[in-house]
């Protein structure tokens, strides 16, 4: 179904706790009651010794040298998040007020929707919306705005259903890490050429 492999996750308790017990009933019936406490130590000493791999806890810096964020394809695509959300503040916060209560702000994918849904408050922006999988059913969190301050759509594409439509930046991010948001736009479109809950049927992806 071309789902990821942790979607599986919930299952794995149930089969460890089976799995357990399976064990467990082979080492008394063959006394080998040793192995209960040889195994569990040896899974905890390998766990902590790949923690890096499994869990974001070094910073990029070490990251980046020790080859993890080749490994890890999630974690180079949360590098430059804060910078991501930092660009489109200033975007926003070029407008007025009254503007600002009228803006929506759409992504291309997921990724740069959570960035911006993850520090939206410490930024003093709205939640973002995206048409991609699942993230379109949640719809445009300002379905009457009439300004949109799009990231990761073309020009071209975007011509479609706006008449004023202005690149602001490409993103970047300071490590200079080539992930899904590097190169994209960050666009701000006014006079939509229908309205936006007509515009967000098409957005879907």
């Not at 803006?103 to 973002?128: D, Q, R, S, V």
Request: net charge neutral; charged share 20%.
């Amino acid at each position: 179904m071309k789902g990821k492999s942790y979607y599986l996750a919930p299952a794995y308790p149930v089969l460890f706790a089976g799995g357990s017990v399976a064990i467990e009933m082979f080492f008394l019936k063959k006394r080998l009651n040793w192995l209960k406490f040889t195994i569990p130590s040896l899974i905890l000493v390998s766990t902590i010794a790949t923690s890096p791999i499994w869990l974001p806890i070094l910073s990029i810096d070490k990251m980046l040298k020790s080859g993890i964020i080749d490994l890890r394809y999630d974690y180079r695509e949360m590098i430059g998040w804060n910078e991501l959300v930092e660009s489109i503040s200033k975007t926003y916060n070029t407008l007025s007020e009254e503007e600002k209560n009228n803006t929506e702000i759409i992504t291309a994918n997921y990724g740069e929707a959570g960035a911006i849904n993850h520090y939206n408050k410490t930024y003093g922006l709205p939640g973002a919306s995206s048409g991609i999988s699942s993230y379109y059913y949640w719809g445009p969190v300002n379905q009457k705005a009439t300004i949109v301050i799009f990231v990761g759509y073309s020009i071209d594409y975007l011509n479609q259903y706006f008449s004023d439509v202005r690149v602001v930046e490409s993103i970047t991010n300071s490590y200079e890490i080539v992930n899904e948001e590097y190169g994209q736009l960050i666009t701000i479109c006014r006079k939509p050429i229908k309205p936006l809950s007509e515009i967000w049927v098409e957005l879907r992806h």
